[in-house]
């Protein structure tokens, strides 16, 4: 090849590789709020489905005559799936597989992703699939078919769960997760399509039965690395207590909560029936998220739609919340014995019915906190802050005609 010709190959190399990461810019980029409220996607949630990418494994077929699956819906796979993944199956394809109890993968640096297929778990109160190897990497469709509690559960550090549908999740006598994640170790949580979680409860708050989660991130002591839960779609997480996304960082005695070192940004969520996030980390921010309700009975234990609660050095910034039948848009609570530290919550737009009589921001047992260039539309009181002290309180304008 001569020299002129090298020279040009070269230069269209570059140009297509300056215009691959253009792209892949641009699909990083958030698109700023109008303020103006609007629902979130309507679709049924197909541009999250688990779809093929280049993993790099050998591909092993759980329908050959080694594992058997069958694949149509009908059949007990259970057996078969189990067979195929510990022998280091990672592409699922072709088919409903159904399972009647729950599947695990093992192993550090695992790759499972579904193509043209789904999970559909079929056994009451069952967890579909638990992940416990570091490093972990999922993008799976699961059905719970309203029997499985949970869809898929990872106690592995450092794992990506990505592209991945999980609906269907039910309960009548414990929790019910879409996506469950016991961890110190940082995770990642991204484009996956959440929906339809319920967990009926028992008429007593707070003790686990009734808990549905959409997302759910918990350790027993400070994180060790960072995790990001961000361009979620989760809707519908609904019974006794309803939260779509919630941490919980607590080694049994941290007061304020021990660190998350969690940010959650850019989730569209619609409707929950007791809260919409849930911060029980310090460290953490929640940016840029899309909060809506569309529904025309108010649930049984409305909270607030973000709630911060005993935790410290917490950003709340760029949320729009949509007016909704829950209670303030976004409050804070320390204790008496630790004022919390750190909260910022800024350039938010929060929505609430003329006629709801709601704080919009509420702030209790704080230092120093800053409240700024939020607009709020509606509701009763723009601002609260009690038990405080030197907070900054600024440019936060209210307006009626929601």
């Not at 898929?152 to 019910?176: D, H, K």
């Not at 690395?225 to 519908?236: E, Q, V």
């Not at 940016?287 to 709340?316: G, H, Q």
Request: proline content about 3%; some cysteine; charged content about 15%.
């Amino acid at each position: 090849m001569g020299t002129a010709a090298r020279k040009s190959g070269t230069r269209g190399i570059v140009v297509a590789v300056i215009a691959c990461l253009g792209l892949i810019l641009a699909g990083c980029q958030s698109t700023p709020s109008t303020g103006t409220w609007a629902p979130p996607l309507s679709s049924g949630g197909s541009e999250h489905l688990a779809k093929t990418v280049s993993h790099g494994e050998l591909f092993i077929n759980p329908k050959n005559a080694v594992y058997s699956a069958r694949g149509d819906g009908v059949a007990d796979d259970t057996a078969a799936l189990q067979a195929w993944l510990k022998a280091g199956g990672s592409r699922l394809s072709n088919g409903t597989y159904r399972i009647t109890s729950g599947l695990t993968m093992a192993g550090d640096n695992r790759t499972l992703f579904t193509e043209n297929a789904k999970i559909v778990a079929d056994g009451v109160g069952i967890t579909a699939l638990t992940v416990t190897g570091n490093g972990s990497r999922v993008s799976v469709y699961v059905d719970g078919k309203n029997k499985a509690s949970y869809g898929v559960r990872v106690t592995g550090a450092s794992a990506i769960i990505e592209n991945g549908r999980y609906e269907n999740f039910y309960s009548t006598t414990g929790p019910a997760r879409g996506i469950d994640v016991a961890t110190s170790g940082g995770i990642i949580i991204r484009n996956n399509m959440i929906r339809s979680v319920i967990s009926v409860g028992d008429a007593t708050l707070g003790n686990g039965n009734g808990a549905s989660r959409g997302i759910m991130l918990n350790a027993r002591r400070a994180a060790t690395a960072a995790s990001l839960i961000s361009g979620n779609i989760i809707r519908n997480i609904m019974g006794e207590e309803g939260d779509a996304i919630q941490l919980l960082f607590f080694d049994g005695t941290a007061n304020p909560f021990n660190a998350g070192n969690v940010t959650i940004s850019d989730n569209q969520i619609l409707n929950v029936s007791r809260r919409f996030i849930k911060v029980q980390a310090s460290n953490v921010a929640v940016e840029r998220n899309k909060l809506y309700f569309d529904l025309a009975t108010p649930p049984a234990n409305p909270s607030t739609a973000i709630d911060v609660i005993r935790s410290e050095y917490v950003k709340v910034v760029g949320n729009e919340v949509g007016p909704n039948l829950l209670g303030p848009c976004i409050a804070v609570n320390g204790v008496s014995a630790v004022p919390i530290r750190g909260i910022e919550i800024r350039d938010n737009i929060l929505r609430q019915k003329d006629t709801k009589s709601a704080i919009i921001i509420y702030l209790n047992w704080t230092t120093s906190p800053i409240v700024q260039g939020n607009t709020v539309y509606g509701g009763r009181v723009a601002v609260s802050i009690v038990s405080s002290t030197k907070a900054v309180v600024q440019g936060n304008p209210r307006y009626r005609g929601t």
